[in-house]
């Protein structure tokens, strides 16, 4: 049975999104709009994706700045009923980029908050954090979840699992793209390394009941509910895309020296070796019933996948690394 939510209307409260112009962004502002939020302030230092997301609702309010330095966009937090924490550094190869996107930006919203507040806190953690990976985005992500734990503010903190939808510059978005471009698509070992994909749009849905219902205070794991291997991921981004492209393995090792070889002529990699690593880490999540808890109904993985590949706006619109 659902749990019956105690709603609060927060459409007319300004709410600030800090790294809001990334995939969970992007995806939550489009969904905010929709259900008639108006008073929302996007901050981002990437140029061109909050571009993107000034074109599409020129009403709202954007700011580009960089969170990892105090400044003018600290003053934003005044009168804000909520803010929604979704700056990530996800992908790099030196770890001073994940310290600072991931732990220094969040140390000065934090600061932001205790000045300005109260105000409802949502804090977009990661799946990683009860990683078997060891590496810069699960060390960066756990230390970043620590510090906002510390900070004694009432707090939701959710981990989503491996997201894709709309706006996905990286991980499924990205593997679409190359699969376009290539006559084959390799793919490390056998490909059977078990992923539990969360729809972004699923995703958001919870962010709003988040929003609505203070009494959802804790930490949540927010994994997908469907279970596959990423070699059946490849095979669905296939699928929905309608591409004919046979799909190669490659001995892991050979994988992990491309991959290599790559980042020395790529400063910013799509995927990195760290990453590959924690492709192959032998993770499962826990599942809990997040559609019960934040009622929100779970879109199907190959809906999710038609939507993500096959809407005629939104999958036409590619973000900036």
């Known amino acids: 049975m659902r749990k019956q939510l105690t709603k609060i209307d927060m459409r007319s409260f300004k709410i600030v999104l800090p790294g809001g112009a990334g995939l969970v962004g992007q995806n939550l502002v489009a969904r905010l709009v929709a259900a008639g939020y108006s008073n929302l302030v996007v901050i981002d230092k990437h140029t061109r994706n909050l571009s993107i997301l ?64 109260p105000m409802r806190l949502i804090h977009i953690s990661s799946s990683v954090v009860n990683s078997a990976a060891d590496d810069f985005y699960t060390r ?8 906002v734990i510390a900070s004694g503010l009432l707090v939701t903190i959710l981990r989503p699992t491996l997201m894709f939808g709309w706006f996905d510059r990286k991980h499924l978005g990205w593997l679409s793209r190359f699969m376009k471009k290539v006559p084959f698509f390799p793919v490390p070992g056998n490909g059977r390394y078990m992923r539990q994909p969360l729809y972004v749009g699923d995703f958001c849905g919870i962010i709003m009941s988040s929003l609505h219902n203070d009494e959802l205070l804790g930490t949540f794991n927010i994994s997908g509910l469907e279970k596959m291997d ?25 994988f992990y020296g491309l991959l290599a070889a790559w980042a020395l002529f790529d400063k910013c990699p799509p995927f990195t070796t760290q990453q590959l690593a924690a492709l192959v880490a032998p993770d499962e999540f826990e599942v809990i019933d997040w559609p019960g808890l934040f009622c929100v109904r779970p879109t199907p993985l190959q809906d999710a996948f038609e939507e993500t590949f096959n809407d005629p706006i939104y999958s036409k619109i590619v973000l900036d690394f």
């Not at 960066?140 to 510090?147: A, G, R, W």
């Not at 991921?233 to 046979?246: D, K, Q, T």
């Open 230 to 254: 990423y070699i059946d991921i490849v095979r669905s981004i296939r699928s929905a895309n309608n591409l004919h492209r046979p799909i190669v393995q490659i001995p892991y090792w050979l």
């Open 140 to 147: 960066s992500k756990t230390l970043q979840e620590q510090d």
């Open 54 to 117: 000034r074109s599409l609702y020129p009403e709202l309010t954007f700011i580009e700045a960089d969170l990892a330095v105090s400044g003018p966009w600290m003053e934003s937090f005044k009168g804000a009923g909520a803010v929604v924490t979704l700056q990530a550094q996800i992908g790099g190869v030196k770890f001073a980029e994940f310290e600072r996107n991931n732990i220094i930006s969040t140390l000065l919203i934090l600061d932001a908050i205790r000045k300005n507040g």
